[in-house]
């Protein structure tokens, strides 16, 4: 069974610019996350899709973040305008449902300069 | 508010005898905790989890127990192996909700040949 994809694994931009994220979930996952991880500190959920309707995007900045899963298969996240403290890993999770285990895939790291 | 704690950010450990890695969290709503696994460059992976029912759960080399009454869980392997040597984070969610987790900060085990 092919795991969670991301892409890209890694992305250096400017302050201020834009940056977009893809995920892949494991075929038939009905629910997908957003992870950002800050050097040193667990995994903080930004936004969570059951099919393609959200869950929760309690912590998701949502006047730089966006995130969407346009037929409730892939995802993109992305950020617009970027800051400094916005680098960190971008993970993505999926599982079979809201109370099922997590599989994450590897992770886009981002360093805004 | 940090609702999931690992107290300890890292722990060495010789080859053969048992790693004990420690989780305390505040919110007595959390009724279901896993134990992830992670290494560099890669996104984390399921270990262990623990429903809010039991004290203890077992799968191989891997034990987690949980003290409801302390809001403390640990995850004891045994005997430790080199490539045990990682990240580990705990992570709680309650059933009632989103079942969103909550990630500690994690706890890096190297195990010494």
């Known amino acids: 069974e092919a795991g969670v994809a991301q892409s890209p694994r890694y992305k250096i931009i400017e302050k201020r610019q834009s940056v977009a994220f893809w995920c892949n979930p494991i075929?038939?996952?009905?629910?997908l996350y957003w992870y950002q991880q800050i050097l040193g500190q667990g995994p903080k959920l930004l936004i969570q899709?059951?099919?393609?309707?959200?869950?929760?995007d309690s912590q998701l900045p949502k006047d730089r973040f966006s995130a969407e899963r346009l037929k409730g298969v892939d995802s993109t996240l992305k950020i617009q305008p970027a800051k400094l403290e916005d680098s960190a890993v971008y993970l993505c999770a999926s599982s079979q449902g809201l109370s099922y285990e997590q599989y994450f895939g590897p992770g886009t790291r981002l360093t805004v300069t | 508010d940090q609702q999931v704690k690992q107290n300890s950010p890292s722990l060495s450990v010789q080859e053969g005898r048992i790693s004990i890695l420690n989780c305390d969290y505040t919110?007595?709503?959390?009724?279901?905790f896993l134990w992830y696994k992670k290494y560099p460059a890669e996104g984390p992976t399921f270990l262990i989890s623990i429903s809010s029912i039991k004290d203890k759960n077992e799968d191989g080399r891997f034990t987690v127990f949980l003290n409801k009454s302390a809001k403390h869980l640990s995850l004891h392997i045994v005997p430790s192996q080199p490539g045990d040597s990682a990240v580990y984070f705990c992570?709680?969610?309650?059933?009632?909700?989103?079942?969103?987790?909550?990630f500690g900060t994690g706890t890096r085990l190297k195990v010494l040949a």
């Open positions: 899709f059951q099919n393609n309707g959200v869950v929760d």
């Open positions: 919110n007595s709503m959390f009724d279901y």
């Open positions: 992570a709680a969610s309650a059933a009632s909700g989103t079942y969103k987790y909550i």
């Open positions: 075929s038939g996952h009905a629910t």
